[in-house]
């Protein structure tokens, strides 16, 4: 087990002592990074996602120049609420070569190694330049990281490879799944109980829909991967929260679900919400004939594009050659990655730490897993000034 050096943890320290829950404004978080860059003579810039509140952070190390590498973390966590942990998720504990605290894996310890590393990176004499992209949101949808790219694709010199630091156990991943989320709302009618005849049961129409969601679910699973790289190898959907009807005794009026589809690169994303939304036209007609009102609506609530391999891309090559390694993998869970894909930017997915302890109580990083994302940006540094 390598130690990870002073600087990482006590940045990492620094950073999880921020609650940056994703509900919660990130500013002060933003503000100590930027003291903490303007200290080593770094200017950056806040690019703002909800003004007053929410900001990304970008800033470039070395020559403003094209072909740098992009060092692309997210500064918000999930929530801790009811969950059980052994010590204050914001205070970075250390505990048998493990720091714990909410954020260390999921995905502050890679912020916190790239800034330990800016000294590093500024006595490299770095010819082409590395960049830091601090996003906020991205829990909720990757929806801060948007306005960020943008941006970067306007004004930055274009960089040949965007690395995403989250938790890989430092594997380079290539590929993960496309996610989509759906809100459908069932509006019935309300009568006495006693007169179902009388009113529209939206509870029991929304049975019906999940009961097609089961059926697309099935027949996702069947269908399988034929790239054979997912855990599961499928297409999974999935219904989250359903909420409806208000006693016993009322015919529910409205009802809600809100599900979800997480596909392989390459699946026809359309086909999940064109067969749910046949199986709404042919419940209408019986909901009409008790009242015109009465209806299914179904929107797309959050769009996260999926990885596609890129097999030899730049970033890919770099990433395989940065972390000692000559394989890559791919991921059932969904980051930022295929967002600055989307972008025209070479992307792989690198980071410390393991994504089963993310979003978990007792989330952990292992030190010795931090040591080799120091090593790895070492390396970056190297083959930044060559
Ligand atoms: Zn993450």
Same mark, same amino acid.
């Given at each position: 087990?390598?130690?990870?050096?002073?600087?990482?943890?006590?940045?990492?320290?620094?950073?999880?002592?921020?609650?940056?829950?994703?509900?919660?404004?990130?500013?002060?978080?933003?503000?100590?990074?930027?003291?903490?860059?303007?200290?080593?003579?770094?200017? @950056?810039?806040?690019?703002?996602?909800?003004?007053? !509140?929410?900001?990304?952070?970008l800033?470039t190390? /070395?020559?403003?120049?094209? /072909?740098g590498t992009v060092l692309s973390?997210?500064?918000?966590?999930?929530? *801790?609420?009811?969950?059980?942990?052994?010590?204050?998720?914001?205070?970075?504990?250390?505990?048998?070569?493990?720091?714990?605290?909410?954020?260390?894996?999921?995905?502050?310890?890679?912020?916190?190694?790239?800034?330990?590393?800016?000294?590093?990176?500024?006595?490299?004499?770095?010819?082409?330049p590395i960049h830091l992209a601090?996003?906020?949101?991205?829990?909720?949808?990757?929806? %801060?990281?948007?306005?960020?790219i943008?941006?970067m694709?306007?004004?930055l010199?274009?960089p040949a490879a965007v690395i995403i630091?989250?938790?890989? @156990?430092? +594997?380079? *991943?290539?590929?993960?799944?496309?996610?989509?989320?759906?809100? =459908?709302? #069932?509006?019935?009618?309300?009568?006495?109980?006693?007169?179902?005849?009388?009113?529209?049961?939206?509870?029991?129409?929304?049975?019906?829909?999940?009961?097609?969601?089961?059926?697309?679910?099935?027949?996702?699973?069947?269908? /399988?991967?034929?790239?054979?790289?997912?855990?599961?190898?499928?297409?999974?959907?999935?219904?989250?929260?359903?909420?409806? /009807?208000?006693?016993?005794?009322?015919?529910?009026?409205?009802?809600?679900?809100?599900?979800?589809? !997480?596909?392989?690169?390459?699946?026809?994303?359309?086909?999940?919400?064109? +067969?749910?939304?046949?199986?709404?036209? @042919?419940?209408?007609?019986?909901?009409?004939?008790?009242?015109?009102?009465?209806?299914?609506?179904?929107?797309? =609530?959050?769009?996260?594009? %999926?990885?596609?391999?890129?097999?030899?891309?730049?970033a890919?090559?770099?990433?395989?050659?940065?972390?000692?390694?000559?394989?890559?993998?791919?991921?059932?869970?969904?980051?930022?990655? %295929?967002?600055f894909?989307?972008?025209?930017y070479?992307t792989?997915?690198?980071?410390?730490? @393991?994504?089963?302890?993310?979003?978990?109580?007792?989330?952990? #990083?292992?030190?010795?897993?931090?040591?080799?994302?120091?090593?790895?940006?070492?390396?970056?540094? +190297?083959?930044?000034?060559?």
């Open positions: 087990m390598a130690d990870c050096s002073l600087a990482t943890r006590e940045l990492l320290a620094q950073l999880v002592s921020f609650d940056t829950t994703s509900r919660n404004a990130n500013l002060d978080l933003i503000a100590f990074i930027e003291d903490y860059l303007a200290r080593h003579g770094i200017s @950056s810039l806040r690019v703002e996602h909800e003004p007053g !509140r929410k900001a990304n952070l800033a190390i /070395g020559p403003a120049v094209e /072909g973390g997210h500064t918000d966590v999930v929530p *801790v609420d009811g969950q059980d942990w052994a010590s204050d998720p914001f205070v970075l504990d250390e505990r048998d070569g493990r720091l714990y605290g909410r954020g260390s894996a999921d995905m502050k310890g890679f912020v916190a190694v790239a800034l330990a590393m800016v000294p590093h990176f500024l006595e490299s004499g770095l010819k082409r601090f996003s906020c949101d991205e829990e909720i949808g990757c929806l %801060g990281v948007r306005p960020l943008r941006h694709a306007k004004s010199p274009r630091g989250e938790p890989t @156990s430092m +594997r380079v *991943v290539n590929a993960h799944k496309t996610i989509h989320t759906y809100h =459908t709302e #069932v509006t019935g009618l309300e009568a006495h109980s006693a007169n179902t005849h009388l009113g529209v049961n939206a509870v029991m129409v929304a049975g019906e829909l999940l009961a097609e969601i089961n059926r697309l679910a099935a027949d996702m699973r069947e269908r /399988g991967d034929a790239t054979g790289r997912f855990d599961p190898p499928f297409t999974t959907v999935h219904v989250g929260t359903i909420a409806g /009807g208000t006693a016993k005794n009322i015919v529910p009026r409205h009802c809600a679900i809100a599900w979800e589809a !997480r596909f392989i690169p390459g699946a026809d994303t359309d086909e999940v919400p064109a +067969r749910i939304a046949a199986k709404a036209q @042919s419940l209408l007609p019986a909901m009409h004939t008790v009242s015109a009102e009465t209806g299914i609506s179904t929107r797309r =609530t959050v769009e996260v594009p %999926g990885l596609a391999p890129d097999d030899d891309s730049p890919e090559t770099l990433a395989l050659a940065l972390s000692q390694s000559n394989g890559t993998g791919a991921v059932s869970y969904a980051t930022e990655g %295929g967002l894909q989307q972008a025209g070479p792989v997915i690198c980071g410390p730490g @393991s994504i089963e302890q993310a979003h978990k109580p007792d989330e952990f #990083v292992e030190v010795d897993q931090l040591a080799r994302c120091e090593a790895f940006m070492r390396r970056l540094a +190297r083959s930044m000034a060559s």
